[in-house]
T-cell receptor
Framework: TQLLEQSPQFLSIQEGENLTVYCNSS?????LQWYRQEPGEGPVLLVT?????EVKKLKRLTFQFGDARKDSSLHITAAQTGDTGLYLC??????????????FGKGTKLSVKP | DTEVTQTPKHLVMGMTNKKSLKCEQH?????MYWYKQKAKKPPELMFV???????INESVPSRFSPECPNSSLLNLHLHALQPEDSALYLC?????????????FGSGTQLSVL
């Protein structure tokens, strides 16, 4: 069974602080995605990383894909209250062709307090 | 149009009822998905349709019956559900298979089974 382990599970910080969320697996993924989900809504895609060692920046968010394509991290600089939400990592694997499936981590629930 | 639209947003049904969840996208995506998400858990894949054909069924009980009338529409027919089936049901689409994992999610249908 493929597993994506996310840590920490919960994170409560003050506005302006920095934080890092980790996503680890023993499996190799063809790509890895980060989603943010608010209560009662569907996940919204933040970024997709494909190449081992890749780093992508989205304003205050920095995403990194491990060299071996088994792990990823999300770093938020100077967190804002609007960053509050559930952050999900998801790894994509192929099933013998173009058809694939996403494996979701359990998520990190982030709360940013004013 | 980059939206996946799900209806209804909320649904309450008894265990003897028959109801349907609907999902629509007009992005020209050829893969569509149903996910189930329990509170404080990550989404779990139920079904994948690729080019209007069912390609993945993750051992979902037969009381859930998916249907893909055309490339833009995806339905989930519900019959004789159990209270433990109460969850957020998410529809998603992607341009092709999930190999690159760029899934677009709808806002979900919050289902309560009484």
């Amino acid at each position: 069974t493929q597993l994506l382990e996310q840590s920490p599970q919960f994170l409560s910080i003050q506005e302006g602080e920095n934080l890092t969320v980790y996503c680890n697996s023993s499996s190799v993924f063809s790509s890895l995605q980060w989603y943010r989900q608010e209560p009662g809504e569907g996940p919204v895609l933040l970024v997709t990383v494909v190449t081992g060692g890749e780093v992508k920046k989205l304003k205050r968010l920095t995403f990194q894909f491990g060299d071996a394509r088994k792990d990823s991290s999300l770093h938020i600089t100077a967190a804002q209250t609007g960053d509050t939400g559930l952050y999900l990592c998801a790894g994509a694997k192929n099933y013998g062709g173009s058809q694939g499936n996403l494996i979701f981590g359990k998520g990190t629930k982030l709360s940013v307090k004013p | 149009d980059t939206e996946v639209t799900q209806t209804p947003k909320h649904l309450v049904m008894g265990m003897t009822n028959k109801k349907s969840l609907k999902c629509e996208q007009h992005m020209g995506h050829r893969a569509m998905y149903w996910y189930k998400q329990k509170a404080k858990k990550p989404p779990e894949l139920m079904f994948v349709y690729s080019y209007e054909k069912l390609s993945i069924n993750e051992s979902v009980p037969s009381r859930f019956s998916p249907e893909c009338p055309n490339s833009s529409l995806l339905n989930l027919h519900l019959h004789a559900l159990q209270p433990e089936d109460s969850a957020l049901y998410l529809c998603a689409s992607s341009q092709d298979g999930a190999a690159l994992g760029k899934l677009f999610f709808g806002s979900g249908t919050q289902l309560s089974v009484l």
